[in-house]
T-cell receptor, first 114, second 113 residues
């Protein structure tokens, strides 16, 4: 079945540091890939997505590129801020089965210190 | 921005009791979902609901679980006889179509004692 694996957390960085959160996936079809973010006390929010190989999703300075050859969708940001502190979830939707049933990774807690 | 509202934010119940978790999806959305996250584990899909019926469910969603949209605005998840292992954060979500992004609520933390 489908699965998503994220790098183990938690991750602690200083402000303006470079962020990478690794995500790899296994899917039978041609999945769409997502990053969701959960700020403290809030629900999961879609951060960015990519629907086909080599697509790059971007939002709020975050980027992730759909790499079919390595089955990866790593999240990056060049300079993190304290306000980026949150839990980040990588997810996929296998369009062959359901356009909206999401398979999530474990989540990575990011803390950015001033 | 419109949001999905879940109540209560925390619920404590005794094992074997029935519990109903409530959600108010975004008003013009047509697709509704429940997910859960057991502490330290992944967020897992439970069920999707469209046109007043279940469109898909996972193996977790057994006969102890049911969903309902009783009045056109609320979307509920009922657990008939709770078990200790039902303790989790339960997230409701909604979307306009099955291929549009999901909007999630902030979750209900269910603790079964």
């Amino acid at each position: 079945g489908d699965s998503v694996t994220q790098m183990e957390g938690p991750v602690t960085l200083s402000e303006e540091a470079f962020l990478t959160i690794n995500c790899t996936y296994t899917a039978t079809g041609y999945p769409s890939l997502f990053w969701y973010v959960q700020y403290p006390g809030e629900g999961l929010q879609l951060l960015l997505k990519a629907t086909k190989a080599d697509d790059k999703g971007s939002n709020k300075g975050f980027e992730a590129t759909y790499r079919k050859e390595t089955t990866s969708f790593h999240l990056e940001k060049g300079s993190v801020q304290v306000s980026d502190s949150a839990v980040y979830f990588c997810a996929l939707s296998d369009d062959e089965t359901s356009g909206s049933r999401l398979t999530f990774g474990e989540g990575t807690q990011l803390t950015v210190n001033p | 921005e419109p949001e999905v509202t879940q109540t209560p934010s925390h619920q404590v119940t005794q094992m074997g009791q029935e519990v109903i978790l409530r959600c108010v999806p975004i008003s013009n959305h047509l697709y509704f979902y429940w997910y859960r996250q057991i502490l330290g584990q992944k967020v897992e899909f439970l069920v999707s609901f469209y046109n007043n019926e279940i469109s898909e469910k996972s193996e977790i969603f057994d006969d102890q679980f049911s969903v309902e949209r009783p009045d056109g605005s609320n979307f509920t998840l009922k657990i008939r006889s709770t078990k200790l292992e039902d303790s989790a954060m339960y997230f409701c979500a909604s979307s306009w179509t099955s291929n549009e992004k999901l909007f999630f609520g902030s979750g209900t933390q269910l603790s079964v004692l």
